[in-house]
């Protein structure tokens, strides 16, 4: 992770922290509209796209800082209903979307770019994809024993009673599972048992 980060470039960037952050995939982060970002008090607010599951995450002074970076680089969407997105290619077009045309196809320029970085990085290998930073929030974020607050910032659901009874989870719950993640990144090299 400390070499993809050392070595990506924006937007990539901003995409990589929030899937490491957040546990966000491709079409999280291709989907992420500007009003569910709030960089001053430096959380987020976004349903899952995939499942509509409310979810919240903290965000680290790094990802924050990326962002507001990416923002000022971010090119003019194409099309008017992606104005609010918080990225756009460098075409003015979805991250992840299906083309347009007579042959219709499924287009991941987020995982297409995080694939070419893993090439550059001697880094790839078979099914280590964008999505490997969701599974990597998930692993490093049971760390904090509170598989709660690591659901609810992936926006996953149990399907049980708790689940269903459950009105709310704390802000420093959702905190303790990032700040794991984040002592695991910045932890030191050396350090094996983490």
């Known amino acids: ?9 924006q937007p990539l960037q901003s995409m990589v922290l929030l899937g490491i952050n957040c546990g966000f995939g491709q079409t999280d982060v291709a989907n992420l509209p500007r009003a569910s970002l709030d960089l001053d008090t430096g ?4 349903p899952r796209p995939k499942t509509g599951i409310e979810r919240r995450c903290p965000l680290w002074a790094e990802t924050v800082e990326a ?3 990416a923002n000022t680089h971010r090119p003019t969407p194409k099309d ?3 104005a609010d997105l918080v990225f756009v290619t460098k075409y003015g077009q979805r991250w992840v979307r299906n083309s347009s045309g007579a042959k219709q196809s499924w287009v991941d320029s987020v995982g297409a770019q995080f694939g070419k970085l893993l090439h ?3 880094l790839k290998r078979n099914k280590l994809s964008f999505y490997a930073l969701r599974h990597t929030f998930e692993t490093i974020g049971g760390e904090a024993r509170d ?15 708790a689940s269903l009874y459950r009105e709310r989870i704390s802000d420093e719950r959702l905190r ?3 700040d794991v993640i984040h002592g695991w990144l910045s932890s030191d090299i050396s350090d094996t048992s983490r």
Do not use: P, Y
Not at 1 to 9: D, Q
Not at 43 to 46: A, K, L, T
């Open 147 to 161: 598989q709660v607050a690591v659901d609810h910032i992936m926006g996953q659901a149990r399907n049980d009673m």
């Open 120 to 122: 550059r990085l001697g």
């Open 67 to 69: 962002l507001r970076e």
């Open 1 to 9: 992770m400390r070499s993809i980060l050392k070595a990506v470039s």
């Open 176 to 178: 303790r599972v990032t």
């Open 80 to 82: 008017q209903a992606d």
């Open 43 to 46: 959380w987020v607010d976004f």
